[in-house]
């Protein structure tokens, strides 16, 4: 594992704000996210993914697009999603745009496939929430059937039926690479294991190593399966900055400010400075130096046996510039110094 540990950075294209704190425009803050995205190809960073929404706190509702503007302007960087909403997606069309982008990059595709966070998209495009289960469900099969690359017949409620059907354009691979996003459901972790897709697990509150079960069950599925192993990886909130205490001041009012937006939606209390602390201590929210930040997510990545992290460095309305020098130390010291420890500690 210590060789082969994968260090990422999401981003869900949230709307930023300038130096006055005006927030920007969308177009502006996709141009950014292009920007963040050459960067992390820069300083040497794994993957790069990009979250797909649909409502105006943030900026990207076409990440392929995105991504096939990063593709250019890079060379080693593995692009994908964070996640791509297959509940709400046609899956076809889905796999005919990850094809494209793995051509586009040279094979440096992939797709995380969840039902997303939000619902905005559902009516957005003619779907009902009461079909929430049954869309993702049946989408997941279809989109796993698409992966052979080769004629599929298939059937489902949800949409017309595909009989001998073929979807172009092949990939070079024989596949597009895929995860399956998973935010704790033992059942979904399961679905993952019987469709043969690589665990992506959404850690964003509590202690990390709560999660050890959900790896746990993930393994023992694909063995009584008869699958070979496959990786999991987890994706979890943070920022870096050059002390414990800038990262902090820095990142808590953002994190306030997005927060308590979707807390208002949710029935949620305002966050305060007491749980924004415990989670920085104790849970999820992996923010300071780059050596405080290594240093929890090496522990992560031991105590769940993972083989992929990936830090959803990007936190509300925070500024550009910031994001930027995050991305930077994220990939200059943090990544090295993680598997420096790990190294040590195997």
Known sequence: MVNEIKLGLDTFGDVTVDADGRPLSHAQV???????????????????????????????????????????????????????????DDPVRVYEKFATLAAVSDGRAEVTLGRGSFTESFPLFGFDLADYERLF???????AQLRSEGRISWEGTTRRPLVDAEVFPKTEAGTVPAWIGVGGSPESVVRAAQYGIPLMLAIIGGEPARFAPYVDLYHRALDELGVPQLPVGVHSPGFVADTDDEARELLFPHFKANRDRIGKERGWGPATREQFEAEADHGALFVGSPETVATKIAAAVQALGIDRFDLKYSNGPMPHAQLMHAIELYGTEVAPRVRELLAERA
């Open 30 to 88: 996709i141009r950014d996210v292009v920007a963040q995205g050459v960067l992390a190809d820069q300083v040497g960073i794994d993957a790069f993914g990009v979250g797909e929404h649909h409502r105006d706190d943030y900026a990207v509702s076409a990440p392929e697009i995105l991504l096939a503007a990063i593709a250019a302007r890079t060379e080693r960087i593995t692009l994908g999603t964070a996640v791509t909403v297959l509940s709400s």
């Open 137 to 143: 469900s049946e989408k997941l099969d279809l989109f």
